[in-house]
Structures are given as structure tokens and as C-alpha cells.
């Protein structure tokens, strides 16, 4: 690797890891699960990375980042509808004998992440509200920065925010009236 190229590598590796768990908590809310968000994650770093060259100083990295990471969402959710469901060999095959799994740190933690019934609902919103409002709840973006990273105005996120918490409201308040009297659990977050 020559010096230029460690040069690149090292100054893309600064000005964007610290955004692997905002990003990680983004793909997470909207997939509702670890492995794919993860998948997510990483090809968001891969396509960046190989675009960096395109990176101009000044610009937000957490907007560019960000916006790569949901592209590659909905180029996901695009080519899923496509496709068909598979299985890992093993589990078709099985080999007679039931590991007991257990769940470790990282998973315990998407688990407590957000709330099932949340993910739930926000996998069911459109994306047009859905973004939105996981970059500000899940990623703490300021309505200035979701506004570049959509490229919308303000008033047209502080609209979608709005319209996306009511919808969201609505959707959870069905699923509390459609659970067992007592198995109404805590405040839900993201």
C-alpha cells in the first residue's frame, strides 16, 4: 500500500467510524433485526468508502454517511421484494441435535434497543414518514440536518415528524388495546 493510499485510509477511518452507532441504531429501527442492520452498516461503510474520493471537505459527514446508509435501506427493501426466502444449509439438513442458544451482549442489547412492538411499527410506516423520524429519535439529527440529508425543507420534515409521531401513536395505541389486560409494558423507545 503506498503512502498516499494509507493517507486516504487513515483519514476516512477519522472522519467516519464515529458514526458506526448512530448508523448502526438507524439500519437497526429500520430492519428490527441485529444482523441485518449490521449487513447494512457495513456495505453503507463500503459504498463510502469507495465514493470518498467524491467527499468534499466541508460537507457533513454525518448528512453523507447518512444518506448513503439509507439508500442502501431501501435498495435492500427493494431487492428483497424480489427475491425468495432461503435457508442456511444446516438448519435444512439439521444434524439431530438442538444447541441451546444463548443470547449475548450485543444481542441483549438490540433487544433492549427498542421496544418489538416500536420496531414493529415503525417497519409498517411508510419510509417517506419512517426516516424522518428514526433520524431524529434514533440518531438525534437536528431538523436542519434531516432537512440536508432528505434534502427537503424544515417546515416539510417538521411536517413529516409530526404526521410520523401520530401515525406512530396511533399504531401503538391499537397494539396496547389488542394485548392481554396487565401485559401493557413500559414507555417504548427507540
Same mark, same amino acid.
Given at each position: 500500500?503506498?503512502?498516499?493510499?494509507? @493517507?486516504? !485510509?487513515?483519514?476516512? /477511518?477519522?472522519?467516519?467510524?464515529?458514526?458506526? =452507532?448512530?448508523?448502526?441504531?438507524?439500519?437497526?429501527?429500520?430492519?428490527?433485526?441485529?444482523?441485518?442492520?449490521?449487513?447494512?452498516?457495513?456495505?453503507?461503510?463500503?459504498? *463510502? #468508502?469507495?465514493?470518498?474520493?467524491? #467527499?468534499?471537505?466541508?460537507?457533513?459527514?454525518?448528512?453523507?454517511?447518512?444518506?448513503?446508509?439509507?439508500?442502501?435501506?431501501? =435498495?435492500?427493501?427493494?431487492?428483497? *421484494? @424480489?427475491?425468495?426466502?432461503? +435457508?442456511?444449509?444446516?438448519?435444512?439438513?439439521? %444434524?439431530?441435535? %438442538?444447541?441451546?442458544? #444463548?443470547?449475548?451482549?450485543?444481542?441483549?442489547?438490540? =433487544?433492549?434497543?427498542?421496544?418489538?412492538?416500536?420496531? !414493529?411499527?415503525?417497519?409498517?410506516?411508510?419510509?417517506?414518514?419512517?426516516?424522518?423520524?428514526?433520524?431524529? /429519535? *434514533?440518531?438525534?439529527?437536528?431538523?436542519? /440536518?434531516?432537512?440536508?440529508?432528505?434534502?427537503?425543507?424544515?417546515?416539510?420534515? +417538521?411536517?413529516?415528524?409530526?404526521?410520523?409521531?401520530?401515525?406512530?401513536?396511533?399504531?401503538?395505541?391499537?397494539?396496547? %388495546?389488542?394485548?392481554?389486560?396487565? =401485559?401493557?409494558?413500559?414507555?417504548?423507545?427507540?
Amino acid at each position: 500500500m503506498s503512502l498516499k493510499e494509507n @493517507h486516504i !485510509n487513515r483519514r476516512f /477511518e477519522d472522519l467516519t467510524l464515529g458514526y458506526a =452507532d448512530q448508523l448502526f441504531r438507524v439500519a437497526y429501527a429500520r430492519t428490527g433485526n441485529r444482523q441485518d442492520a449490521e449487513d447494512i452498516v457495513q456495505e453503507t461503510y463500503l459504498k *463510502a #468508502f469507495r465514493s470518498f474520493n467524491s #467527499f468534499r471537505d466541508g460537507t457533513n459527514m454525518k448528512a453523507w454517511l447518512t444518506q448513503i446508509l439509507i439508500n442502501t435501506v431501501r =435498495d435492500r427493501h427493494r431487492s428483497k *421484494a @424480489h427475491s425468495f426466502p432461503t +435457508m442456511e444449509l444446516d438448519e435444512a439438513i439439521g %444434524d439431530g441435535f %438442538d444447541e441451546p442458544t #444463548f443470547a449475548g451482549p450485543e444481542d441483549q442489547l438490540c =433487544d433492549q434497543e427498542i421496544d418489538a412492538d416500536l420496531a !414493529n411499527a415503525l417497519r409498517s410506516m411508510s419510509e417517506v414518514l419512517a426516516v424522518p423520524l428514526i433520524l431524529r /429519535e *434514533a440518531y438525534d439529527a437536528s431538523y436542519e /440536518e434531516i432537512a440536508r440529508i432528505l434534502g427537503l425543507p424544515i417546515g416539510t420534515v +417538521m411536517s413529516r415528524l409530526s404526521r410520523a409521531r401520530s401515525a406512530l401513536r396511533k399504531r401503538l395505541l391499537m397494539t396496547l %388495546d389488542h394485548q392481554p389486560a396487565g =401485559d401493557h409494558s413500559g414507555g417504548a423507545t427507540i
